[in-house]
C-alpha cells in the first residue's frame, strides 16, 4: 500500500522541479512533486537511492567557453563533440556518414525518472545517419564544462541495413559537482554489425547517469560496452530491444570503482520476437570502500519463442570494504526458451599471485596482470588495436592510481 | 669446499597449529640431481612450497641457503630472481593471461631483477622457440592462456618449457611424473635431462620410482614425517619400490 501523504522535498528536488517548470515540463515536475526521486523502496533504485545520492542539482548548464583535454584519445578517428549540451561543428564526415541535428527527446517513455528529466530537458540531439559501414571509429566526445552544471544531451544513431560500425562515447569535463544526464538512441538495421562503448570518464565531483536505448532488426548484431571509470556517482541503463529474428547482442560493461565511489548498471533486455539471442556479460572491480551494481533484467515476450540469453556478473574484490551487488531478474512469458543467470565473486586469487610470483614476477606487476585477466573477456573482442590499447590503458591508469 | 646450490638446516615449518616440516637437512652441490621420496602426505610438498615462498607456511626454525644465500625473508618471485625454480605439481590456470605475455614479462622480471637488460622482442621470440621445439610446444599453445585447457601433459611439458627459458641454479620438481602417460614422461623427462649440465642442480620430488629411471639421480633421500630418514644412492630407489616406506614408521595417508 502507498502511504497516502507527500513526500517531504530536499533541495535537490526543489531545484530539479524548477528546472523542469522552466523548460514547459509540467508533467515531469509534477511527478517529481508527488514522488520525491526514487528512494530505496522503489525496485529498481534500490542499491541507487538517488533521494540519499543526489544532494544537490546545479543549475542548469550555459554554452561552454572552454574544453579541457580530450579525455582517451583514439587515433585515427572521427571526432564529434557535445558540449554542455550544445552540438559543436564537427570535421568533414567519413563517406556514408551523414551528421545531423534534432530535437531531444530520443528515448522511448518508460516508468524512469532519469529517463523523463532528459526527455523533458534536452534540447537538441546530435544525429548520425551510416548509409554503409564505417572504418574509422567513429568518437562521439560528451563534455561538462566550467562551473557545476546540470546537463541533459542526446545523440541518435541509426545504422543502416547491412553495415557495419563502431561507435565510442566518452564523458568527460571539468572537475566540479555537475550533474549529466546523457541519451542515445541506437537503431542498428537489419544484419548490420554494430560496436557501441560508452566510458564515464568524468571527474569525481560529477553525478554521471546515461541511458542507452537501442532497437535491433533482423540478423543485427550488437556489442556494447560501458565502462564506469570517472565519476563518483554513476549509473548506466542498457536497454536493448531485440526486435527482429535472428538478432544477437553481446551486452557487456566494467565499474572500476574506488573509494567512496559508486557505479551502477542497470540492464533490461527485451526479447520482443522469437529467435534472438543475448549474452549479458559484466565485470565489477572494487578496491577501498565503493560500491559497485550491476541489476540485469531479461524480459522474454509471450510469443519470443527459442530467445536464448543467458545474464552473468563476475566481482572482483580488491579490499575487504569493497560491496559488489548482483541483482539478476527474469521476467518470462514464453515456455520454450533458454535463459539462466548467474554471479560470482572473490578476492584475487592467492594460487595464481603465487604462481605468477613464483616465476619471478613481482606482487603488483603479478596483481595487474591478473586484473587485466579478468577484464580480457570484455576487451579482447574489440578488434580495433588502437581502440583495445586505449581501453586498455583505462584499466592500466586506474591500477596505477591505487598503487 | 664449492658453495652448495642448496642448503637447508634444521628447517621447520608447520601451517596453522600443524608441524608438517620437522627438522630438514639437505645439501645439494652444484650440478647433482637429489631425489626426494616418500609416501603421501609425508611433507614432501611443503618442502617444495616452502622452498619456493608460499605464504601458508610458518617457518618456525632452520635456514635455507641458495648458493650461500638465506632466502627465507625473501618473497617468492625475489627467490625465482635468485635462481630458484618450482615446477609445480598441479600448474595453475591463468585465464586472460595469454602464456606468451607470461613468459616474456617473467623472463624480463627476472632480469629486471638482476641487473640485466630486457630482452627484446626478436631474441625472446628465439629464445621460446628454441626452449619450447624441444618439448613439442607450439605457437598455438603458447598463444592460449596460461595453463587454461591444457591436458595434464601440455601444463607439465609448459612447466618444464618456462624451466629451460628462465634457467635456474635450482629446480625444484614437484611430482613431475604425476597425471603423465609414458609417451609423456619420455619428452618431459628428456626436457629435464637436457638442462642437466653439471652446474644447475635439481631436487626431484617423487613417490614413484618410474621417473627416476628417466631422471637419474645422484642421490636418493627417503621423506618420512617431515624429514629425510635415510640418504643413498639410486638403487635406495629400487629398494623402496620394491619394499614400500612401511620400514620407516609413521602412518600412511
Same mark, same amino acid.
Given at each position: 500500500m502507498r502511504a497516502n501523504?507527500?513526500?517531504?522535498?530536499?533541495?535537490?528536488?526543489?531545484?530539479?522541479?524548477?528546472?523542469?517548470k522552466a523548460a514547459g515540463a509540467d508533467s515531469t515536475a509534477e511527478r517529481i512533486t508527488v514522488a520525491g526521486l526514487p528512494t530505496r523502496r522503489v525496485e529498481s533504485y534500490h542499491y541507487t537511492d538517488l533521494k540519499t545520492l543526489?544532494?544537490?542539482i546545479p543549475p542548469v548548464a550555459n554554452a561552454a567557453n572552454e574544453a579541457s583535454a580530450p579525455a582517451l584519445r583514439i587515433p585515427g578517428a572521427f571526432n564529434l563533440m557535445i558540449a554542455n549540451g550544445a552540438i559543436q561543428n564537427a570535421a568533414t564526415a567519413p563517406a556514408g556518414v551523414i551528421v545531423g541535428k534534432a530535437d531531444g527527446g530520443v528515448l522511448t517513455t518508460r516508468d524512469d525518472v532519469l529517463v523523463h528529466i532528459n526527455g523533458a530537458l534536452a534540447k537538441e540531439a546530435l544525429t548520425l545517419t551510416l548509409e554503409n559501414s564505417v572504418d574509422p571509429v567513429i568518437q562521439v566526445e560528451r563534455?561538462?564544462?566550467?562551473?557545476?552544471?546540470?546537463?541533459?544531451?542526446?545523440?541518435?544513431?541509426?545504422?543502416?541495413?547491412?553495415?557495419?560500425?563502431?561507435? $565510442?562515447?566518452?564523458?568527460?569535463?571539468?572537475?566540479?559537482?555537475?550533474?549529466?544526464?546523457?541519451?542515445?538512441?541506437?537503431?542498428?538495421?537489419?544484419?548490420?554489425? $554494430?560496436?557501441?562503448?560508452?566510458?564515464?570518464?568524468?571527474?569525481?565531483?560529477?553525478?554521471?547517469?546515461?541511458?542507452?536505448?537501442y532497437q535491433l532488426a533482423d540478423g543485427a548484431r550488437l556489442r556494447t560496452l560501458v565502462i564506469h571509470?570517472?565519476?563518483?556517482?554513476?549509473?548506466?541503463? $542498457?536497454?536493448?530491444?531485440?526486435?527482429?529474428?535472428?538478432?544477437?547482442?553481446?551486452?557487456?560493461?566494467?565499474?572500476? $570503482?574506488?573509494?567512496?565511489?559508486?557505479?551502477?548498471?542497470?540492464?533490461?533486455t527485451l526479447h520482443a520476437v522469437p529467435h534472438t539471442s543475448s549474452q549479458p556479460l559484466f565485470k565489477s572491480i572494487v578496491r577501498g570502500r565503493a560500491k559497485a551494481i550491476v541489476q540485469g533484467k531479461l524480459v522474454v515476450a509471450?510469443?519470443?519463442?527459442?530467445?536464448?540469453?543467458?545474464?552473468?556478473?563476475?566481482?572482483?574484490m580488491l579490499s575487504d570494504e569493497a560491496e559488489i551487488l548482483s541483482k539478476p531478474e527474469l521476467e518470462i512469458y514464453a515456455d520454450d526458451v533458454v535463459c539462466g543467470h548467474g554471479s560470482t565473486c572473490g578476492m584475487i586469487d592467492e594460487d595464481s599471485l603465487f604462481y605468477l610470483m613464483s616465476r619471478g614476477i613481482p606482487k603488483s606487476e603479478a596483481e595487474t596482470m591478473l586484473v587485466r585477466g579478468f577484464i580480457a573477456e570484455l576487451f579482447d573482442p574489440i578488434d580495433d588495436e588502437e581502440l583495445n590499447e586505449a581501453l586498455q590503458t583505462i584499466v592500466d591508469s586506474w591500477l596505477m592510481v591505487g598503487k | 669446499m664449492t658453495t652448495p646450490v642448496l642448503e637447508i638446516r634444521n628447517l621447520h615449518a608447520r601451517i596453522e597449529e600443524r608441524e608438517i616440516l620437522k627438522g630438514v637437512n639437505l645439501i645439494i652441490p652444484p650440478g647433482e640431481v637429489h631425489a626426494i621420496m616418500g609416501r603421501n602426505g609425508s611433507g614432501k610438498s611443503t618442502l617444495s612450497y616452502v622452498l619456493a615462498g608460499k605464504e601458508d607456511y610458518e617457518i618456525t626454525e632452520g635456514e635455507v641457503l641458495l648458493n650461500g644465500e638465506n632466502i627465507l625473508e625473501?618473497?617468492?618471485?625475489?627467490?625465482?630472481?635468485?635462481?630458484?625454480?618450482?615446477?609445480?605439481?598441479?600448474?595453475?590456470?591463468?585465464?586472460?593471461?595469454?602464456?606468451?605475455?607470461?613468459?616474456?614479462?617473467?623472463?624480463?622480471?627476472?632480469?629486471?631483477?638482476?641487473?640485466?637488460?630486457?630482452?627484446?622482442?626478436?631474441?625472446?621470440?628465439r629464445a621460446v622457440k628454441e626452449a619450447g621445439a624441444q618439448l613439442n610446444i607450439d605457437n598455438d599453445m603458447l598463444k592460449r592462456p596460461l595453463n587454461v585447457g591444457f591436458s595434464g601433459g601440455e601444463k607439465k611439458r609448459a612447466e618444464i618449457m618456462q624451466m629451460a627459458l628462465l634457467k635456474p641454479s635450482l629446480a625444484v620438481l614437484d611430482e613431475t611424473d604425476s597425471g603423465l602417460d609414458i609417451d609423456a614422461l619420455q619428452v618431459v623427462s628428456k626436457g629435464v635431462n637436457a638442462?642437466?649440465?653439471?652446474?644447475?642442480?635439481?631436487?626431484?620430488?617423487?613417490?614413484?620410482?618410474?621417473?627416476?629411471?628417466?631422471?637419474?639421480?645422484?642421490?636418493?633421500?627417503?621423506?618420512?614425517?617431515?624429514?629425510?630418514?635415510?640418504s643413498g644412492d639410486k638403487d635406495l630407489a629400487l629398494k623402496l619400490e620394491a619394499q614400500g616406506y612401511a620400514s620407516y614408521g609413521g602412518e600412511a595417508a
Amino acid at each position: 500500500m502507498r502511504a497516502n501523504f507527500p513526500v517531504r522535498l530536499g533541495p535537490a528536488e526543489d531545484a530539479l522541479i524548477a528546472q523542469l517548470k522552466a523548460a514547459g515540463a509540467d508533467s515531469t515536475a509534477e511527478r517529481i512533486t508527488v514522488a520525491g526521486l526514487p528512494t530505496r523502496r522503489v525496485e529498481s533504485y534500490h542499491y541507487t537511492d538517488l533521494k540519499t545520492l543526489l544532494r544537490a542539482i546545479p543549475p542548469v548548464a550555459n554554452a561552454a567557453n572552454e574544453a579541457s583535454a580530450p579525455a582517451l584519445r583514439i587515433p585515427g578517428a572521427f571526432n564529434l563533440m557535445i558540449a554542455n549540451g550544445a552540438i559543436q561543428n564537427a570535421a568533414t564526415a567519413p563517406a556514408g556518414v551523414i551528421v545531423g541535428k534534432a530535437d531531444g527527446g530520443v528515448l522511448t517513455t518508460r516508468d524512469d525518472v532519469l529517463v523523463h528529466i532528459n526527455g523533458a530537458l534536452a534540447k537538441e540531439a546530435l544525429t548520425l545517419t551510416l548509409e554503409n559501414s564505417v572504418d574509422p571509429v567513429i568518437q562521439v566526445e560528451r563534455r561538462i564544462e566550467g562551473e557545476a552544471a546540470h546537463v541533459a544531451d542526446a545523440l541518435k544513431v541509426f545504422v543502416a541495413d547491412d553495415a557495419s560500425a563502431t561507435i $565510442v562515447e566518452t564523458f568527460s569535463g571539468s572537475d566540479a559537482a555537475h550533474v549529466g544526464n546523457h541519451a542515445t538512441y541506437l537503431s542498428v538495421g537489419r544484419n548490420a554489425v $554494430v560496436t557501441h562503448i560508452t566510458i564515464d570518464l568524468s571527474a569525481r565531483a560529477v553525478s554521471h547517469f546515461a541511458t542507452n536505448e537501442y532497437q535491433l532488426a533482423d540478423g543485427a548484431r550488437l556489442r556494447t560496452l560501458v565502462i564506469h571509470a570517472g565519476a563518483g556517482l554513476a549509473r548506466t541503463h $542498457v536497454f536493448p530491444r531485440m526486435a527482429g529474428a535472428g538478432a544477437h547482442a553481446d551486452l557487456t560493461g566494467l565499474n572500476l $570503482v574506488a573509494d567512496g565511489q559508486h557505479a551502477d548498471i542497470t540492464m533490461e533486455t527485451l526479447h520482443a520476437v522469437p529467435h534472438t539471442s543475448s549474452q549479458p556479460l559484466f565485470k565489477s572491480i572494487v578496491r577501498g570502500r565503493a560500491k559497485a551494481i550491476v541489476q540485469g533484467k531479461l524480459v522474454v515476450a509471450r510469443d519470443a519463442q527459442k530467445t536464448d540469453a543467458k545474464f552473468m556478473h563476475q566481482g572482483l574484490m580488491l579490499s575487504d570494504e569493497a560491496e559488489i551487488l548482483s541483482k539478476p531478474e527474469l521476467e518470462i512469458y514464453a515456455d520454450d526458451v533458454v535463459c539462466g543467470h548467474g554471479s560470482t565473486c572473490g578476492m584475487i586469487d592467492e594460487d595464481s599471485l603465487f604462481y605468477l610470483m613464483s616465476r619471478g614476477i613481482p606482487k603488483s606487476e603479478a596483481e595487474t596482470m591478473l586484473v587485466r585477466g579478468f577484464i580480457a573477456e570484455l576487451f579482447d573482442p574489440i578488434d580495433d588495436e588502437e581502440l583495445n590499447e586505449a581501453l586498455q590503458t583505462i584499466v592500466d591508469s586506474w591500477l596505477m592510481v591505487g598503487k | 669446499m664449492t658453495t652448495p646450490v642448496l642448503e637447508i638446516r634444521n628447517l621447520h615449518a608447520r601451517i596453522e597449529e600443524r608441524e608438517i616440516l620437522k627438522g630438514v637437512n639437505l645439501i645439494i652441490p652444484p650440478g647433482e640431481v637429489h631425489a626426494i621420496m616418500g609416501r603421501n602426505g609425508s611433507g614432501k610438498s611443503t618442502l617444495s612450497y616452502v622452498l619456493a615462498g608460499k605464504e601458508d607456511y610458518e617457518i618456525t626454525e632452520g635456514e635455507v641457503l641458495l648458493n650461500g644465500e638465506n632466502i627465507l625473508e625473501m618473497e617468492p618471485d625475489e627467490r625465482a630472481a635468485a635462481g630458484l625454480f618450482l615446477a609445480f605439481q598441479y600448474p595453475i590456470e591463468i585465464p586472460g593471461v595469454a602464456t606468451m605475455t607470461f613468459l616474456k614479462a617473467a623472463l624480463n622480471a627476472q632480469r629486471k631483477a638482476r641487473g640485466e637488460a630486457e630482452l627484446s622482442t626478436p631474441d625472446f621470440m628465439r629464445a621460446v622457440k628454441e626452449a619450447g621445439a624441444q618439448l613439442n610446444i607450439d605457437n598455438d599453445m603458447l598463444k592460449r592462456p596460461l595453463n587454461v585447457g591444457f591436458s595434464g601433459g601440455e601444463k607439465k611439458r609448459a612447466e618444464i618449457m618456462q624451466m629451460a627459458l628462465l634457467k635456474p641454479s635450482l629446480a625444484v620438481l614437484d611430482e613431475t611424473d604425476s597425471g603423465l602417460d609414458i609417451d609423456a614422461l619420455q619428452v618431459v623427462s628428456k626436457g629435464v635431462n637436457a638442462l642437466r649440465d653439471g652446474q644447475r642442480s635439481m631436487l626431484v620430488i617423487t613417490h614413484y620410482q618410474r621417473l627416476l629411471n628417466h631422471i637419474v639421480p645422484d642421490v636418493v633421500h627417503v621423506f618420512s614425517d617431515g624429514r629425510i630418514v635415510e640418504s643413498g644412492d639410486k638403487d635406495l630407489a629400487l629398494k623402496l619400490e620394491a619394499q614400500g616406506y612401511a620400514s620407516y614408521g609413521g602412518e600412511a595417508a
